[in-house]
């Protein structure tokens, strides 16, 4: 039987402070200037046979590997042959690029669908950018131009535009912070990396919830689109009625998109944050923590995963390097912008997210909203039955100094700098805190991982990088344009690969029967009321997919689907 226990009622006192010790010798944090990615976290050293993947993650994964691999080794002279023989616009060398192993959705290839467009923004690999417009200047100091005639004309709205914000009906996404993490190449070129071989747009897309009519439900669409910030020159404005110049304008839309989630939404907010965690947890919570045996399913193989990606930040010539828009240091400006920014991790939590994103209201079709509220919800009365459990106020929480120390290191921005978390040591902070972590480690990181195998990997919908410079006129829009500013197809015969084998689930979440809190007594009504809590949320998951129409639906946060921890 597991048992738990505070320092206070430690049988072995001195071996526990021992313990506490040695893992704060094992476990050691990058300082100053040897962190590429600093003010970031990351792991210096760490116990390496405690963190590699297991022996049943490796035997699990290494088919995956293997069918991918062959793959594009197979696929490399066929798209190479397909690209030179088909004509300059041909999108079908893209075509053939998935294998037997994970075939994305048809749906994935409605690239000239408008409102699968739109959806995207809600329901996507990163539905957490968009944000509701309040008011007519608001709109105006985003997108200057834009008319009520051409917003009805794109959208078949009766309404003018300041109807339409009054109705909680006026979205945009806005990609500034690429702007902000860009190092202009060329003195006086203000539209930052224009001349380069790839192009990272900063856009700005407005979209628009049209009403319910009829039998049809409301549905988001777009209205107009700019491939750069406002002030910017040349920088015109895209309509739906604009053809290929409109098409041209979507993929500077999803390329910003791709590099956002790449470097903020998912390697950021998901795999950073939790490393931090797992540093300050490993460091300061021994063994027979009650805390320590409830993060620990929350912590597996990311330290370890996260080497990866620190290498690839580090050290130029590597995938992050080749693959992505800006040049490696602007992708780690990008990455670490939230954290230069001072943004508390808490308002990472869907529910303080989306007030800040105006979101709370407004937007009857947004099931990542849907799906992440309660997966909050349920990681924090998780969290909160574990919590009371051990300690019945915050004097108990500052009684143990274990916990005093992990609070300490974890926002303390020499160590793990999780800006925002315990503003005050007590019961509450706590809670949040470690909701945040059970949440990000699960719905967190799976909303943003899992989803791109479908949705980021067939280029003429979705890429990484423009690879042609933006347009200067609409003139110029044209089917061979678009072609151009798809990458070459062994890129995205690459970018397949490697997303590919990313798509590897160890796990699912609430599964505990590996980790000692599956079997310690103290927390089976938690875990029980878990587990509870979990299957309604997937049957009301189930229920919403088998009626969602075409294209627009979203099962990335059912339960069955989330892991327990960033693994890979
Ligand atoms: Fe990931």
């Excluded at 049988?11 to 944090?29: I, K, M, N």
């Excluded at 070459?488 to 084998?501: G, R």
């Excluded at 699912?508 to 000692?516: K, L, S, W």
Aim: hydrophobic share 40%.
């Amino acid at each position: 039987m597991t048992t738990a226990s505070l320092p206070q009622d430690a049988s072995f006192p001195l071996l526990r402070t021992l313990e506490s010790r040695v893992a704060r010798f094992r476990y050691r944090y990058r300082h100053g200037e040897e962190n590429t990615i600093r003010p970031v976290a990351a792991a210096k050293c760490f116990p390496i046979f405690r963190e590699i993947y297991s022996p049943s993650w490796a035997l699990r994964h290494i088919p995956l590997v293997l069918a991918s691999t062959v793959n594009r080794a197979v696929k490399k002279p066929l798209v190479k042959f397909l690209d030179r023989r088909r004509s300059p616009w041909s999108l079908e060398p893209f075509d053939v690029i998935p294998g037997f192993y994970h075939r994305p959705p048809a749906d994935s290839r409605d690239y000239r669908d408008d409102g699968y467009f739109a959806f995207r923004r809600v329901g996507g690999a990163c539905p957490t950018l968009i944000s509701r417009i309040t008011s007519t200047a608001e709109l105006l100091a985003k997108m200057p131009s834009l008319t009520d005639a051409e917003f009805q004309a794109a959208t078949g709205a009766t309404t003018d535009l300041a109807a339409a914000i009054a109705a909680n009906r006026i979205f945009v996404a806005d990609y500034v912070r690429l702007q902000e993490a860009l190092r202009p190449q060329h003195p006086g070129n203000d539209r930052d990396s224009r001349f380069r071989d790839k192009y990272l747009p900063a856009p700005v897309l407005v979209l628009y919830e049209r009403p319910a009519t009829g039998t049809a439900p409301e549905d988001l669409v777009p209205v107009a689109i700019t491939a750069d910030q406002p002030g910017t020159s040349p920088n015109p404005m895209f309509l739906p009625a604009d053809g290929d110049a409109w098409q041209i304008a979507k993929t500077y839309v999803e390329v910003a998109d791709n590099n956002w989630h790449f470097a903020i939404g998912h390697l950021y907010r998901c795999h950073f944050l939790m490393e931090a965690f797992a540093l300050a947890t490993r460091r300061n919570l021994p063994r027979r923590h009650p805390l320590r045996m409830l993060l620990d399913p929350h912590l597996r193989f990311t330290i370890f995963t996260n080497v990866v990606a620190y290498s690839y930040f580090a050290n130029t010539g590597q995938l992050y390097d080749r693959m992505y828009s800006g040049t490696l240091e602007e992708s780690r400006a990008l990455f670490a912008s939230s954290s230069v920014a001072g943004d508390s991790a808490l308002d990472l939590l869907p529910s303080r997210d989306l007030a800040a994103r105006k979101l709370d209201v407004g937007l009857a079709r947004y099931p990542w909203r849907e799906d992440a509220l309660r997966w909050e919800g349920i990681a924090r009365d998780y969290v909160r039955r574990v919590v009371t459990t051990y300690y019945p106020d915050s004097a108990a929480v500052t009684d143990d100094p274990e916990v005093v120390a992990f609070a300490t290191e974890l926002r303390s921005p020499s160590f793990a700098n999780v800006q925002g978390v315990f503003a005050t040591i007590d019961r509450a902070s706590l809670i949040e805190a470690l909701t945040l972590a059970v949440y990000t480690a699960g719905a967190g990181h799976s909303a943003m991982h899992f989803p791109m195998i479908d949705l980021y990997t067939y280029a003429p919908t979705q890429c990484e990088s423009a690879w042609a410079p933006p347009l200067r006129t609409k003139a110029e829009g044209t089917p061979t344009r678009f072609r151009q500013t798809l990458p070459p197809v062994t890129e995205a015969l690459e970018n397949f690969y490697q997303v590919e084998i990313g798509h590897f689930r160890y796990d699912v979440f609430g599964d505990f029967r590996d980790y000692a809190i599956g079997s310690l007594d103290a927390v089976r009504p938690a875990v029980d009321a878990l587990a509870a809590d979990l299957a309604a949320l997937a049957t009301d998951i189930d229920a919403r997919e088998r009626t969602a129409p075409p294209r627009r639906g979203y099962p990335y946060l059912h339960p069955s689907l989330v892991t327990n921890s960033v693994n890979i």
